[in-house]
C-alpha cells in the first residue's frame, strides 16, 4: 500500500472519529453533569460540556487500531510492545480524568494517576536513555537505568501539566497540539533517514483527533479539553520518544507553554504560594486581561509555536538547532521579564482550580 494512502486513512480515520465523537461528547457532558460552569479563570459565559477527553481519547485510539492493520513495514521489533505501553498509560488518564472532570479530584490524587501512567509507559520499553549531543549530533552513551526512569517521568510530568496549564484559553492547548503532531509527523515520514512510516502513523492519528476536537474547541468553544489537557501532553511525551528521541522537536513546537510553565513555578513559589495553586498569571491570561483578543493570542500562540518547530524540520546541523532554542528561550525571557513589569489587572487575581 502506497504511504500516501495510508496516511490518508489514518488521519482520516482520526478527523471522523472527533467529528462523531465530540459533538456526543457535548450532549453526553449536558445530560451527565459534566459542566464547567462560568467564573474562575475562564471567563466563559454559558455551561459548557467538559468532557474533551472522550473524543480525542476515542478518536486517537480509533486511528491506531486502523493504522495497525495497514501493511506498512514496521522495523522495530518493540514497536507493539511500546504502542501497548502508550495505550495503557494513557486508559489510566482517562479513567482519572472522568473522575476529575466529575468529581474534582485533588491535586494529589491526579498526580497518582499521571505517575501510574508514566510507569506503565516506562515497563513498556517508552523511556529516554540517552540524548543527542547538540554541539557533535552524536548520542550519548546510555544512562543508568534509574537515571533513565527518572528523566522519563519527569519529562512525561512536565509535559502533561505543561499542556495542562496551557489550556486556558478555547482552542489553545488542543491547536498547540495538533501543531506539535504536525511536526512530529513530518519529522518521522519525512526527515528521518530511513523514514519511520509505521511510527509516524501515530502522530497523524493525533493530528486528525486533535483537528476534529479543534473545530469544536476553537473560540466560541461548545466544549473544553478538561482533562483531555494531561492526556494530550502525555501522548505528545510519549510519542517523541517512540521510535527514536525526537524531543528537541517538542522543545520548540513547546517551548513557549514550556517556559510558561516555568515562570509560573518560579513566580508562585517566590511569592510563597503552591505552585500547583491556579491563578490568571499564565501569559495567555496577561495578555486577555490587558485587552487582546482571545483569537488574536490563540494565533500568536500557534505562529509562534509553529515558526521554531519547523526550524527543526528546515534546520539540518544540531548547533543550529542549538542556537534556534536559544534564540527562542532569550526571545521569552525578555519577554516574560516585560511582561512581569506591566500592572497586572485585578482580574487576574482570580483563581479556579489547582490545576494550573
Not at 69 to 96: Q, S, W, Y
Not at 133 to 150: F, K, M, S
Amino acid at each position: 500500500m502506497p504511504n500516501l494512502l495510508a496516511f490518508f486513512i489514518t488521519f482520516a480515520t482520526g478527523l471522523a472519529g472527533a467529528l462523531l465523537l465530540t459533538p456526543l461528547s457535548i450532549r453526553l457532558g449536558e445530560r451527565w453533569g459534566f459542566m464547567a460552569v462560568p467564573g474562575g479563570r475562564r471567563k466563559h459565559r454559558e455551561p459548557v460540556s467538559k468532557l474533551g477527553i472522550v473524543p480525542i481519547f476515542g478518536a486517537f485510539l480509533a486511528a491506531v487500531l486502523i493504522a495497525q492493520l495497514l501493511p506498512i513495514p514496521r522495523f522495530d521489533p518493540r514497536e507493539t510492545l511500546r504502542l501497548t505501553g502508550l495505550l495503557g498509560g494513557a486508559v489510566v488518564l482517562v479513567i482519572a480524568g472522568v473522575l476529575d472532570d466529575r468529581y474534582d479530584l485533588k491535586p494529589f490524587q491526579q498526580l497518582v494517576g499521571q505517575l501510574i501512567a508514566a510507569a506503565i509507559a516506562i515497563l513498556f520499553q517508552i523511556f529516554i536513555e540517552s540524548i543527542n549531543n547538540p554541539l557533535t549530533g552524536q548520542q550519548t552513551e546510555p544512562w543508568p537505568y534509574l537515571v533513565t526512569v527518572i528523566v522519563t517521568v519527569l519529562w512525561l510530568e512536565v509535559s502533561m501539566n505543561t499542556v495542562n496549564w496551557l489550556d486556558g484559553l478555547d482552542g489553545l492547548a488542543s491547536g498547540v497540539a495538533f501543531i506539535a503532531s504536525v511536526m512530529l509527523f513530518i519529522h518521522s515520514a519525512f526527515v528521518l533517514q530511513p523514514a519511520q512510516t509505521s511510527v509516524s502513523l501515530l502522530p497523524l492519528a493525533l493530528m486528525g483527533a486533535t483537528l476534529g476536537f479543534l473545530l469544536f474547541n476553537f473560540y466560541p468553544a461548545r466544549i473544553f479539553l478538561g482533562s483531555g489537557a494531561p492526556l494530550l501532553g502525555y501522548l505528545l511525551g510519549t510519542l517523541s520518544i517512540i521510535g527514536g528521541a525526537k524531543m528537541a522537536t517538542i522543545l520548540m513546537v513547546m517551548g513557549l507553554p514550556l517556559m510558561d510553565f516555568a515562570w509560573q513555578v518560579f513566580r508562585r513559589t517566590r511569592e510563597g504560594r503552591n505552585p500547583m495553586s491556579g491563578d490568571r498569571g499564565h501569559l495567555h491570561f496577561r495578555l486577555l486581561d490587558h485587552g487582546v483578543d482571545q483569537r488574536i493570542v490563540v494565533s500568536l500562540y500557534y505562529v509562534f509555536c509553529g515558526f521554531f518547530g519547523a526550524l527543526t524540520l528546515l534546520l539540518e546541523s544540531a548547533v543550529f538547532k542549538a542556537i534556534a532554542l536559544g534564540v527562542m528561550v532569550a526571545l521569552l525571557i525578555a519577554s516574560f521579564a516585560l511582561i512581569a513589569r506591566m500592572p497586572q489587572p485585578a482580574s487576574s487575581s482570580e483563581s479556579s482550580s489547582p490545576s494550573g
